[in-house]
Nanobody, 120 residues
């Protein structure tokens, strides 16, 4: 299974970024896809999750600013981040929880992470 993130970078406070995560090797359409983040000296935290059926949930700190979506035809999950704040600065990780064609037992898979830096 491969999860390849892209779209991170440096942005000023109030700006926007769109992260993408392209998945391969997993049965994408029935897998829950999530974005986590980890700031220096802090634990990794869930930012947003979208299930295979579409329901979403968000961390309180990003409600109304971030939107998670998925394109099952492209095996890709997105995180649209608007009204960014300096406290959003972190490495953002894509997570997939689901089965593969060779192993039907669902498990977690992680991407390599992409840096998001928000300047004040």
């Amino acid at each position: 299974v491969q999860l390849v993130e892209s779209g991170g970078g440096l942005v000023q406070a109030g700006g926007s970024l769109r992260l993408s995560c392209a998945a391969s090797g997993i049965i994408f359409s029935i897998s829950a896809m999530s974005w986590y983040r980890q700031a220096p000296g802090k634990q990794r935290e869930l930012v947003a999750r979208i299930t295979g059926g579409g329901p979403t949930n968000y961390a309180d700190s990003v409600v109304g600013r971030f939107t998670i979506s998925r394109d099952n035809a492209k095996n890709t999950v997105y995180l649209q981040m608007d009204s960014l704040k300096p406290e959003d600065t972190a490495v953002y990780y894509c997570n997939a929880y689901g089965p593969t064609y060779s192993s039907r037992a669902p498990r977690d898979y992680w991407g390599q992470g992409t840096q998001v830096t928000v300047s004040s």
